[in-house]
């Protein structure tokens, strides 16, 4: 049944992320990412990666997407307004997308599941009390640099919708 | 998993489904009611008994209208946001402990759906994702009125939702546990957390009448401004839809309210009834004290409706952004500090 489930859910995954590529529309295509966020979130669910899948829903779906939406529906982009990209940037967008996974795969490929040991200990590792313990002790450094490079991406956004006060 | 425990849960949801209805229906003929009492009228008294019969009424009415729709390109879209409201309404009630426990034919009965590890941020979740009800309904309804009320909406929502997390982050460090039902269970007897986070407590309820979209936050259904608010397109039993679901979410945020700060279904001398009169009925007195809270905070959220006029848009924003924010944050601190020299001491 589990099998079942998951080549459902992935070709919802499958299928949205398509859509949104190719719907002319622009709110069209922020719905379908959003229905494909959740259903990554369905496949972070058959992991029994609860913690991982409440906020990817609330990240993703429930500030990130929202967000885009108000941009999209404000600036209401009609087909007329949308620009062609020049062959140029497109060419660059795929290269520097094709990095990114390169830089993705081989980290997966290199990575050590960590897992195994605490199938020795029984402990449920997916549980936010774990999950908690070894972000903040064993990855303390990076959990930190996380959180500044977010601290320091808000206040440039402050500092970018003030601009016009400085100037003027 | 065993039958028993599927056909346990299963009754409890339908349950649980009903009782929301229900009480849903019957806010709505309290509204009236409160409203009429505080302007010093009779309200609705014709239907039924003191009006008794009146959600019935006006539910046969809703379904009886003419289905309209607007010449909107997104006929799907439109059908769509009302039902978004709903379900996401409807579905935070799944991890609300309704009580402890009930002994029935020998089993104990876990009152209640599912206590899942995450719980509040299950109901954080399903509150964020709700504001997409709002946001497509508006875009769909391809008027300007309805947009521009639905980015006000949306809007308010995700700004309060923010101070909401915080003034909720500074309960987690007390209670050390995303579960409600041990949140619950922790407050046993008169052990309330309103009486530790009372700051925090005041927050919260503020962003409740903000995520709810109630008076003095309403500004979506700002009547002189934009007609309708974000469902003025809407005819029929999809209008009843939006309203219907503003209602379930009072209920669903009023018993959050109660279960994180005023106990849940904790009492005072509930040990000693458990040990005189037997579990069920300490339970069942319980879940009574819960109804009684949340009751009693549906009737706050009328009371404030009908007696504080409604803020301007840049108040809104400000008091959000500039007042409980900060708040919030500086709660988190003190109730870091203080847990440290307790700790400590």
Known sequence: MITTLFYILSAITLATAFLTILSKNPIHSAIYLVLCFFSIAGHYLMFNAQFLAIVHIIVYSGAIMILMLFTIMLMNLNKE?????????????????????????????????????????????????????????????????????????MIGAVLLSKKEYING | MDQALIIEKGIFIVAVFAITMLMAMYSTLAERKIAAWLQDRIGPNRAGKGGILQPLADGLKLFAKEEFFPNTPNKFLFVVGPAISMSMALMTSAVIPWGDRLEIFGRTVILQATDIDVALLYVFGVLSVSVYGIMIGGWASNNKFSLMSAMRASSQMISYEVAMGLSIIALLMMTGTLSLREIAAQQHGMDWNVFYQPVGFLIFLVCSFAETNRTPFDLAECEAELIGGYHTEYSSMKMGFYLFAEYASMFISSTILVVLYFGGYNYPGMDWVEANWGVNPANIIGIAVLFAKLCFFIFFYMWVRWTVPRFRYDQLMRLGWKTLIPLAIANIIITGVVILLADNA
């Open chain 1, 81 to 153: 307004d949308e620009k062609n990209k020049s062959v140029l940037s497109r060419i660059a967008a795929v290269v520097s997308f094709c990095l990114v996974a390169l830089v993705l795969l081989a980290t997966f490929i290199k990575a050590e599941p960590q897992m195994s040991r605490y199938y020795a200990s029984g402990e449920d590792y997916q549980s936010i009390k774990v999950l908690g313990q070894v972000l903040l002790n064993d990855y303390m450094v990076p959990f930190e640099f996380a959180s500044v490079l977010l601290l320091v991406s």
